[in-house]
T-cell receptor, first 110, second 115 residues
Framework: RKEVEQDPGPFNVPEGATVAFNCTYS??????FFWYRQDCRKEPKLLMS???SGNEDGRFTAQLNRASQYISLLIRDSKLSDSATYLC???????????FGTGTRLKVLA | DTEVTQTPKHLVMGMTNKKSLKCEQH?????MYWYKQKAKKPPELMFV???????INESVPSRFSPECPNSSLLNLHLHALQPEDSALYLC??????????????FGPGTRLTVL
């Protein structure tokens, strides 16, 4: 089993739709979880850190489910500009290693 | 300010050339990272420096040689590269605490082409 797994997509959704991505992780001791957004040929940009209580930033909501070992990202009212690859990242506890999922491609259609 | 800068933005080199990639941050971060990213793949960790000492080398070939001259600077020296080394090279930094809140910030990358 991979340490961090994501559905690669692509997810093609119409503008205004709500879309959700999940990411599973294998190390139950993991404490740090992040969602990054990466546009084509650009660097990953931090979208959200994921906290135990869940967190929201505008149209974006991240949740952590420790029992089932997954994190989720919900995007409401999708915009064309949300089209990107969304990378799930999990830190290996006590190390400087950040494990990346394969990324989920989102395309928002007009 | 969460800025990490990298130079050059683009680099084309022959297999016999020697070149260097540079990365700089002024956030007071004490961990700095080099990643390699191929198209449609996630970033792959190459090296980590923490407190200016090499902490992690992910079995990277010796034609890639990292250097951390001080806490703000990270270099990657390239020599005798192969065409398959063509990729986007990303630098990142984090506080270096290894706590749950330690978050990585990426530079814009150097797009390397080896002819």
């Amino acid at each position: 089993r991979k340490e961090v797994e994501q559905d690669p997509g692509p997810f093609n959704v119409p503008e205004g739709a709500t879309v959700a991505f999940n990411c599973t992780y294998s190390n139950s001791a993991s404490q740090s979880f992040f969602w990054y957004r990466q546009d084509c040929r650009k660097e990953p940009k931090l979208l959200m850190s994921v906290y135990s209580s869940g967190n929201e930033d505008g149209r974006f909501t991240a949740q952590l489910n420790r029992a089932s070992q997954y994190i989720s990202l919900l995007i409401r009212d999708s915009k064309l500009s949300d089209s990107a690859t969304y990378l799930c990242v999990v830190n290996q506890p006590g190390t400087y290693k950040y494990i990346f999922g394969t990324g989920t491609r989102l395309k928002v259609l007009a | 300010d969460t800025e990490v800068t990298q130079t050059p933005k683009h680099l084309v080199m022959g297999m016999t050339n020697k070149k260097s990639l540079k990365c700089e941050q002024h956030m007071g971060h004490r961990a700095m990272y080099w990643y390699k990213q191929k198209a449609k793949k996630p970033p792959e960790l190459m090296f980590v420096y923490s407190y200016e000492k090499l902490s992690i080398n992910e079995s990277v070939p010796s034609r890639f040689s990292p250097e951390c001259p001080n806490s703000s600077l990270l270099n990657l020296h390239l020599h005798a590269l192969q065409p398959e080394d063509s990729a986007l090279y990303l630098c990142a930094s984090s506080q270096g605490s290894r706590l749950a809140t330690d978050t990585q910030y990426f530079g814009p990358g150097t797009r390397l082409t080896v002819l």
